[in-house]
Nanobody, 116 residues
Framework: QVQVVESGGGLVQPGGSLRLSCSAS????????MNWYRQAPGKERESVAS???????DYADSVKGRFTISRDNVKNTVYLQMNSLKPEDTAVYRC??????????WGQGTQVTVSL
């Protein structure tokens, strides 16, 4: 049974940092592309960052230069380092584990709130 679990969210002041973690079990982690999405209240879900099995990364324009995605295939974990956080980064962040178009698994999400 595949399980995807995010952690690391919380309340942070503008300009602060957080590191999100996403652990996946029940699958061969190294064979899956990893993705972070977020959804703010009243807004559509958006892709934040992704990392392929070969380590290629991609970011939304809104987070380039501030967020960094990385993966540890030994720990079966993907990370999202978020720096210089802004109030508009407030959202539920969810991890997606994907291989091709037929295998896609989601975590429950972790809340990130950027506020004074």
């Amino acid at each position: 049974q595949v399980q995807v679990v995010e952690s690391g969210g919380g309340l942070v002041q503008p300009g602060g940092s957080l590191r999100l973690s996403c652990s996946a079990s029940g699958l061969t982690f190294s064979r899956y592309d990893m993705n972070w999405y977020r959804q703010a209240p009243g807004k559509e879900r958006e892709s934040v960052a992704s990392i392929t099995t070969t380590g290629n990364t991609d970011y939304a324009d809104s987070v380039k230069g501030r967020f960094t995605i990385s993966r540890d295939n030994v720990k079966n974990t993907v990370y999202l380092q978020m720096n210089s956080l802004k109030p508009e980064d407030t959202a539920v962040y969810r991890c997606n584990v994907r291989r091709g178009i037929s295998s896609s698994y989601w975590g429950q999400g972790t809340q990130v709130t950027v506020s004074l």
